[in-house]
T-cell receptor, first 115, second 111 residues
Framework: AAGVIQSPRHLIKEKRETATLKCYPI?????VYWYQQGPGQDPQFLIS???????DKGSIPDRFSAQQFSDYHSELNMSSLELGDSALYFC??????????????FGPGTRLTVL | DAKTTQPNSMESNEEEPVHLPCNHS???????IHWYRQLPSQGPEYVIH???SNVNNRMASLAIAEDRKSSTLILHRATLRDAAVYYC????????????FGKGTKLTVNP
């Protein structure tokens, strides 16, 4: 079965650079979530989209922005990168429109390293 | 978001049952209990969820206390592949769809 695809899988950037992470949800899933997991930490919710509209927002820095496109893929744009942004970034998708009950299917993550 | 409490770590032997507890004493009537797990170097994975009645699926069973203030995830026969961090998460009916991960339980399975 198709899974959530994230690209790139690994990314190395310098401080103050920008990065773009991409997420391709499972086909026919219309909701996308982004989570950040720092070293030794638990995943933390950043932002979510349903039908291309932002549906919820967590502790996402102002330097980060995200959007969902017409084909439902999503991109997380990160500017002015800081050392503390080094983390695993997971994307998850779910069907049926932003429901509390829907299972979220996670991708393999993008490991971002900021030097 | 209602708070859950889980032991930091547990150990089990391969092919033995594992009972992973979760306390959620402030659970509300509309909170569903979800369990996810995260295998090493992978994204979290859905395991099971329930409201009041015990639930079974191919991966695990969920036993919910009568007063709903605690629950137990049961792996009937642990395998090495079950070594992961297990998260107990409450999700409010009609509330935010985001998952709020607390401090889960790191399960070690010994061969």
């Amino acid at each position: 079965a198709a899974g959530v695809i994230q690209s790139p899988r690994h990314l190395i950037k310098e401080k103050r650079e920008t990065a773009t992470l991409k997420c391709y949800p499972i086909p026919r899933h219309d909701t996308v979530y982004w989570y950040q997991q720092g070293p030794g930490q638990d995943p933390q919710f950043l932002i979510s989209f349903y039908e291309k509209m932002q549906s919820d927002k967590g502790s996402i820095p102002d330097r980060f922005s995200a959007q969902q496109f017409s084909d439902y893929h999503s991109e997380l744009n990160m500017s002015s990168l800081e050392l503390g942004d080094s983390a695993l970034y997971f994307c998850a998708s779910s069907p049926g429109g932003a429901s509390w009950a829907d299972t979220q299917y996670f991708g393999p993550g993008t490991r971002l390293t900021v030097l | 978001d209602a708070k859950t409490t889980q032991p930091n770590s547990m150990e089990s032997n391969e092919e033995e049952p594992v009972h992973l507890p979760c306390n959620h004493s402030t659970i509300s009537g509309t909170d569903y209990i979800h369990w996810y797990r995260q295998l090493p170097s992978q994204g979290p994975e859905y395991v099971i969820h329930g409201l009041t009645s015990n639930v079974n699926n191919r991966m695990a069973s969920l036993a919910i206390a009568e007063d709903r203030k605690s629950s137990t995830l049961i792996l009937h026969r642990a395998t090495l592949r079950d070594a992961a961090v297990y998260y107990c998460i409450l999700r409010d009916y009609g509330g935010s769809e985001k998952l709020v991960f607390g401090k889960g339980t790191k399960l070690t399975v010994n061969p």
